[in-house]
């Protein structure tokens, strides 16, 4: 009997077989190392910062449970009321100037034009080159003395005398824009060129032969159909920013005068150079909520489609 | 048929002139860190020379760069790291994208969830408790504590590619291995994965930029010279108080940069193509 059984199965260890012939089984063989790491390794470190952020923890002590005390200090704390704005003003710029020049460059990519993979493949070098070495070519773009972009824009004359780029509170923050958006720009082109191409050929023609000029081609019939993605887009985008880190690091790092400083910046200063770990870990949960938020309109959007 | 007279002014205006505008946002930036990497001190800092342009171009940065640092050491830690998290994160992706998409099992659903919200954590936010965890694991200070740290992020991105791709492949030809006694996961490995190619090289590739550019856990995990990764290291280690060394920095930051590069110029067509595809379809 065992024999003629053995005979039937044409390969592979009994155990084996019997193993994999369940769906389930081999479904949760499968999806197991992923979901150990990310246990161990996201999970768990997730539900640390909570607790970590209800203590007074300070590098080198583990600290004691405090209850909310961290956060409540926060919101009264002026200069993390200035992280908040800071970070609301950076993602709100950034992502509306990376979506309408995102647009723009979405609509230049779909045409026709020479040598197009390689002008797309080079308009998306500043998302692949690891950032903080870019930023540190803005850095030095932007520096006080030699400033290259002071250099050009003066021998254009479109200012009159030298931007103190990086020194003045104001002008540090449209730095830190103007790299973030040169940064973002290309993801958003790409994503929304890959939502134009969806976009059936004949409704244009149709458009065309009933007299709709490119302008109200573009309000009824491209900016509906991309919205979907669009929304996508922005949503991904928002949340990357709201927790960025190394462009403002590397480039203001938070200043002059915290003049920009956000999230992300303010949680490594306080948690990692100040060695408040329990305060640095609760600036970090502010972050959460916005994840949430993000998670759940996604979420919704995704599930619509 | 006669070409409209305003036609060719109208592509200048509406194509070739923002097109050129965007080419020079995007690519300025790289001429910049290329010029001032192959420019001596006294034409780098001279502010009555043409700036834009080099008059004598040398390799000076280049070799003071390898004598005063351990650039190699960081360059190799970089190829360490991204090669062996981008395999682990492969392996990871192929079985749990296939086990997705194309598996019935309770929890699939919750499990898929979970990966797209993973995917959108950021890293600012639990980087602080994770380095205690890397402590507790007698990580801290070495490269290993990246190799385990980064899969957290690369796997939802590969799994959420790779889902999309292995749907896209008909079931047909896996459902025939199977009845010709293959079993599923010797289908999965000798029908499927060879049919999705170019989305594992795509999700390999993008994985190895995104380990290479990785920048927050590195700062925070390392902290000896030699264990540093490129994207950390030229930042803290040739920035010294005030002094900032630009021609050095700006040599390393292209030895940084040209990996990626030539990487990413080598498979620009599955990279346009991948992102165009798959990037939103999760």
Same mark, same amino acid.
């Given at each position: 009997?065992a024999?003629?059984a053995?005979?039937?199965?044409? !390969?592979? %260890?009994? *155990? $084996?077989?019997r &193993?994999?012939?369940?769906?389930a089984?081999?479904g =949760?063989?499968l999806?197991?190392?992923?979901?150990?790491?990310?246990?161990?390794?996201?999970?768990?470190?997730?539900?640390?910062?909570?607790?970590?952020s209800?203590?007074d923890?300070?590098?080198?002590?583990p600290?004691?449970f405090?209850?909310?005390?961290?956060?409540?200090?926060?919101?009264?704390?002026?200069?993390?009321?200035?992280?908040?704005?800071?970070?609301?003003?950076?993602?709100?710029?950034?992502?509306?100037?990376?979506?309408v020049l995102?647009?723009?460059?979405?609509?230049?990519?779909?045409?026709?034009?020479?040598?197009?993979?390689?002008?797309?493949?080079?308009?998306?070098?500043?998302?692949?080159?690891?950032t903080?070495? !870019?930023? %540190?070519? *803005? $850095?030095?773009? &932007?520096?006080?003395?030699f400033?290259?972009v002071? =250099?050009?824009?003066?021998?254009?004359?479109?200012?009159s005398?030298?931007?103190q780029?990086l020194?003045?509170?104001f002008?540090?923050?449209v730095?830190?824009?103007i790299?973030?958006?040169?940064?973002?720009?290309?993801?958003?082109?790409?994503?929304?060129?890959?939502?134009?191409?969806t976009?059936p050929?004949?409704?244009?023609?149709?458009?065309?032969t009933?007299?709709?000029r490119?302008?109200?081609?573009?309000?009824?019939?491209?900016?509906?159909?991309?919205?979907?993605?669009?929304?996508?887009?922005?949503l991904?985008?928002?949340?990357?920013?709201?927790?960025?880190?190394?462009?403002?690091?590397?480039?203001?790092?938070?200043?002059?005068?915290?003049?920009?400083q956000?999230f992300?910046?303010?949680?490594?200063?306080?948690?990692?150079?100040?060695?408040r770990?329990?305060e640095?870990?609760?600036i970090s949960?502010?972050?959460?909520?916005?994840?949430?938020?993000?998670?759940?309109?996604?979420?919704r959007?995704?599930?619509?489609? | 048929m006669?070409?409209?007279?305003?036609?060719?002014?109208?592509?200048?205006?509406?194509?070739?002139?923002?097109l050129?505008?965007?080419?020079?946002?995007?690519?300025?930036?790289?001429?910049?860190m290329?010029?001032?990497?192959?420019?001596?001190?006294?034409?780098?800092?001279?502010?009555?020379?043409?700036?834009?342009w080099?008059?004598?171009?040398?390799?000076d940065?280049?070799r003071?760069?390898?004598?005063?640092?351990v650039?190699?050491q960081?360059?190799?830690?970089?190829?360490?790291?991204?090669?062996?998290?981008?395999?682990?994160a492969m392996?990871?992706?192929?079985?749990?994208?296939?086990?997705?998409?194309?598996?019935r099992?309770?929890?699939?659903?919750?499990?898929?969830?979970?990966?797209f919200?993973?995917?959108?954590?950021?890293?600012?936010?639990?980087f602080?408790?994770?380095?205690?965890?890397?402590?507790?694991l007698?990580?801290?200070?070495?490269?290993?504590?990246?190799?385990?740290?980064?899969p957290?992020?690369?796997?939802?991105?590969?799994?959420?590619?790779?889902?999309?791709?292995?749907?896209?492949?008909p079931?047909?030809?896996?459902?025939?291995?199977?009845?010709?006694?293959?079993?599923?996961?010797?289908?999965?490995?000798?029908i499927?994965?060879?049919?999705?190619?170019?989305?594992?090289?795509?999700?390999a590739?993008?994985?190895?930029t995104?380990s290479?550019?990785?920048?927050?856990?590195?700062?925070?995990?390392?902290?000896?010279?030699?264990?540093k990764?490129?994207?950390?290291?030229v930042?803290?280690?040739?920035?010294r108080?005030?002094a900032?060394?630009?021609?050095?920095?700006?040599?390393?930051?292209?030895?940084?940069?040209?990996?990626?590069?030539?990487?990413y110029?080598?498979?620009?067509?599955?990279?346009?193509?991948?992102?165009?595809?798959?990037?939103?379809?999760?």
């Open positions: 009997m024999s003629i053995h005979a039937e199965r044409p !390969s592979g %260890l009994p *155990w $084996l077989r &193993f994999t012939a369940s769906e089984l081999t =949760y063989f999806i197991s190392p992923a979901v150990f790491l990310m246990a161990v390794l996201l999970a768990y470190p997730f539900v640390l910062a909570v607790w970590i209800l203590t923890r300070v590098l080198g002590e600290g004691k405090v209850g909310l005390a961290n956060f409540l200090k926060l919101l009264q704390d002026s200069l993390f009321r200035q992280t908040v704005w800071n970070s609301f003003v950076y993602t709100f710029s950034t992502v509306l100037l990376k979506m995102g647009v723009i460059l979405a609509l230049i990519l779909n045409q026709q034009m020479p040598c197009r993979n390689l002008i797309r493949g080079a308009l998306l070098l500043p998302w692949i080159v690891p903080s070495l !870019s930023v %540190l070519t *803005w $850095l030095w773009m &932007f520096d006080s003395l400033s290259i002071n =250099y050009i824009l003066l021998g254009l004359g479109v200012i005398r030298k931007v780029w020194g003045d509170p002008w540090a923050m730095s830190v824009i790299v973030n958006t040169w940064r973002g720009l290309p993801f958003f082109a790409v994503s929304l060129l890959a939502g134009l191409m976009i050929k004949e409704l244009y023609e149709a458009a065309e009933d007299g709709a490119a302008g109200r081609q573009f309000w009824h019939i491209t900016l509906p159909l991309l919205q979907p993605v669009i929304a996508v887009v922005v991904f985008s928002t949340i990357w920013t709201f927790a960025d880190f190394q462009i403002v690091y590397i480039l203001t790092h938070g200043g002059p005068i915290n003049a920009t956000i992300a910046t303010m949680a490594y200063d306080v948690a990692l150079v100040a060695g770990i329990g640095g870990s609760a949960l502010f972050l959460f909520p916005a994840l949430l938020v993000v998670i759940i309109l996604l979420l959007y995704l599930r619509r489609e | 006669r070409r409209k007279p305003g036609r060719r002014l109208k592509r200048l205006l509406g194509l070739y002139l923002p050129a505008a965007f080419l020079f946002f995007a690519l300025f930036p790289f001429y910049w290329f010029i001032s990497s192959f420019k001596a001190n006294p034409e780098l800092y001279n502010l009555r020379a043409n700036r834009l080099i008059t004598s171009p040398t390799l940065q280049f003071d760069l390898f004598a005063k640092t650039v190699l960081w360059l190799w830690n970089s190829f360490f790291v991204s090669f062996l998290t981008s395999m682990i392996s990871f992706g192929i079985m749990a994208g296939y086990a997705l998409a194309r598996l099992f309770p929890g699939a659903q919750a499990f898929g969830l979970a990966t919200i993973t995917y959108l954590v950021p890293t600012t936010l639990i602080i408790p994770l380095a205690s965890v890397v402590q507790r007698g990580l801290s200070n070495t490269i290993w504590s990246l190799v385990i740290t980064y957290t992020f690369l796997i939802p991105f590969c799994t959420w590619m790779l889902i999309a791709y292995f749907k896209s492949i079931k047909d030809m896996e459902e025939c291995a199977m009845i010709d006694g293959c079993t599923r996961i010797g289908a999965m490995i000798r499927v994965l060879p049919m999705a190619i170019p989305g594992v090289i795509f999700s590739m993008f994985s190895f995104l290479w550019n990785e920048f927050v856990y590195a700062l925070t995990f390392i902290s000896s010279t030699t264990h990764t490129m994207s950390v290291a930042p803290t280690e040739l920035i108080g005030d900032y060394f630009w021609g050095e920095l700006m040599a390393a930051s292209l030895l940084g940069s040209v990996p990626v590069a030539v990487l110029s080598f498979f620009m067509e599955y990279f346009v193509s991948g992102l165009t595809a798959g990037a939103l379809k999760g």
